[in-house]
């Protein structure tokens, strides 16, 4: 039994794998503790850190991304260093990070997206909304993607708030967005787009969507966009009813609603149509391409368990789009040789410890935090309470850690390797030249979109 680690004379050494919020708000909660001294080094895949923060979440919500000063400043703090551009499992795997640091941490989030399975989802035209949502971030794995916006109707089928960032880009003045730090490829092709109406497929009713109250009242806040909703749609059956008494998020959500519809039509430009109680069953096509969705109305069903859920009525309508983005749940990919459950799409956990999944035993010494954790749920600050409950585990485990057996900083195996890491000042640099670029625009940053012109701009930097 090893009691020593997370001394003076033997920090204890933390590896976390991912650089997005949860990573963050686990280095947070392990710097707090006044008797703790540790050493963290957090491993990224790309050379730009903080996740979902820089490439998630919407342009037009500057105000969200100042977090990212919370994250500065641990990153610049004492005991924590940032190695970007290094990919787990390839340069480097869980067992050198084993050998090298006492517990790991994997803060990777929710990478991929949950399928329809509909015939005709794999036309062209259907795309997953997290890339539309990358490409109009400036993400790298998705700065290279097009989106057909000749067409004036996109169909987005989800009523998360992903769903609704992505249905309002679509329908916002390019002058607004311009004022953001929107990736330029993404700002060229909306102000050429013919979009005209969006539609918002929701399976369930309107008491049961999964959107917050502030993202559906944006809607009604932008200039040159009708939001239509049927009234139809919002009488409410007595499974709804019933549930809305225990959910004030979901009864000012009906409230806004039922102004919309009370609203109606102004004769707008643009338009966004909120439907409910509607599930796509088929995406039709033309010459391989997206022309129109199969949608079937359905009604509310309470399951056995006492939730409530959509059943098809067999009453079906045929709605033509050019595009359509779906948006209707996420889930993790398997890192190399780390436990993965595909039930889940999550690191199989117990209060955040991984474990074996055969033999349901935690392994020692690794953890989970995030999407990566839970699933896909929550917004941003949620991370916190979950990452300070995965880190309340790894205290608790401490006394019993045997400790990492190569002394050796991994800075050497990197170097070894030939793997061009990046480092915090080096992500400040092309930090300085992002925010320069967009001061000269009037915006808070112009971001560079392909990791080898990062590189570049960074490399010049540590030669300045």
């Known amino acids: 039994m090893s009691v020593h680690l997370g001394t003076t004379d033997r920090p204890l050494r933390v590896a976390i794998i991912g650089a997005g919020p949860a990573g963050f708000y686990a280095a947070e909660a392990l710097l707090k503790q006044k008797q703790l001294v540790c050493q963290i080094d957090f491993f990224n895949r790309l050379p730009t850190p903080y996740g979902l923060v820089r490439e998630g979440v919407a342009p037009d919500h500057q105000s969200i991304k100042a977090v990212t000063r919370v994250y500065d400043k641990l990153a610049a703090g004492t005991g924590v ?20 640091y006492d517990q790991l941490i994997y803060a990777v989030g929710a990478q991929s997206d949950r399928k329809m399975g509909i015939p005709g989802e794999d036309l062209h035209g259907s795309l997953p909304a997290t890339i539309f949502v990358g490409w109009y971030n400036g993400h790298p794995d998705y700065q290279q993607f097009q989106f057909d916006l000749t067409h004036e109707r996109v169909v987005v089928v989800g ?14 003045d390019p002058d607004d967005l311009a004022k953001t730090d929107m990736a330029d490829h993404a700002l060229e092709a909306l102000r050429q787009s013919r979009v005209r109406e969006v539609v918002m497929l929701g399976r369930r009713g309107p008491a049961q969507a999964a959107f917050t109250t502030p993202e559906l009242k944006e809607f009604g806040e932008l200039p040159g966009v009708d939001v239509i909703v049927d009234p139809a749609d919002l009488e409410l059956d007595a499974l709804s009813v019933a549930s809305l008494a225990e959910d004030k998020t979901a009864q000012k959500n009906i409230e806004l609603l039922r102004a919309y519809a009370a609203r109606g039509r102004s004769g707008a430009p643009r338009r966004i149509l909120m439907r409910f109680l509607a599930s ?34 067999g009453n079906f309508e045929t709605l ?50 995030g999407w ?27 006394p019993g850690l045997p400790g990492a057996a190569d002394d050796a900083d991994v800075t050497a195996l990197l170097h070894e390797r030939g793997v061009d890491y990046v480092t915090y000042a080096d992500w400040k640099r092309l930090d300085a030249y992002e925010a320069a670029a967009g001061a000269q625009q009037g915006r808070p940053r112009v971001k560079v979109t392909r990791v080898d012109e990062m590189m570049a701009i960074i490399r010049q930097g540590r030669g300045a």
């Open 280 to 313: 796509p069953v088929e995406l039709l096509g033309e010459a391989g391409h997206v022309s129109a969705v199969k949608i079937e109305r359905n009604q509310l069903v309470q399951a056995v368990d006492g939730s409530v859920r959509a059943q098809g009525s």
């Open 81 to 100: 260093r940032y190695f970007g551009n290094v990919t787990f499992g390839r340069d480097l795997t869980r067992a050198d990070l084993k050998a090298h």
């Open 320 to 369: 033509p789009c050019g595009l359509v983005l779906r948006s209707v749940g996420y889930r993790g990919v398997p890192l190399l040789d780390v436990p993965y459950s595909r039930g889940s799409g999550t690191i199989p956990n117990i209060d955040g410890r991984v474990i074996d999944e055969e033999q349901g035993t935690p392994i020692a010494g690794e953890y989970v935090v």
């Open 159 to 172: 009523n998360g708030n992903v769903a609704m960032d992505v249905t309002r880009i679509l329908v916002s």
């Open 372 to 398: 990566a954790k839970r699933g896909p749920s929550g917004v941003i600050g949620t991370n916190k309470p979950d990452a300070a409950a995965t880190v309340v585990s790894m205290l608790a485990d401490l």
